[in-house]
């Protein structure tokens, strides 16, 4: 699946990252589930946050169960 507006621009490892958003999980459960750093994680949330112009995770998480990302493996 490709970038487009159904998905804010998001890339498919930022929609993933949203998806275990939408789980609860904190940026070391997030990293070691994807087996990256909790840096890494961070950032990535930090893009979703500016691309979607957000300032909490929770928006995020809400986000991306509005749009089906929830439902599906990106």
């Given amino acids: 699946m ?3 507006p159904r998905y804010g621009g998001l890339t498919a490892r930022e929609r993933e990252i949203a998806l ?3 789980k609860g999980l904190s ?3 997030i ?8 840096a890494t994680v961070a950032r990535h949330v930090a893009n ?3 691309k979607l112009g957000f300032d909490a995770r929770s928006q995020i998480a809400v986000w991306a169960a509005g749009h089906g990302i929830d439902a599906q493996r990106t």
């Avoid at 990293?31 to 909790?38: D, G, K, Q, R, T």
């Fill in 20 to 22: 275990l958003l939408t």
């Fill in 48 to 50: 979703i946050m500016d």
């Fill in 2 to 4: 490709g970038v487009g």
């Fill in 31 to 38: 990293a070691a589930e994807l087996v990256i750093s909790p």
């Fill in 27 to 29: 940026n070391r459960a």
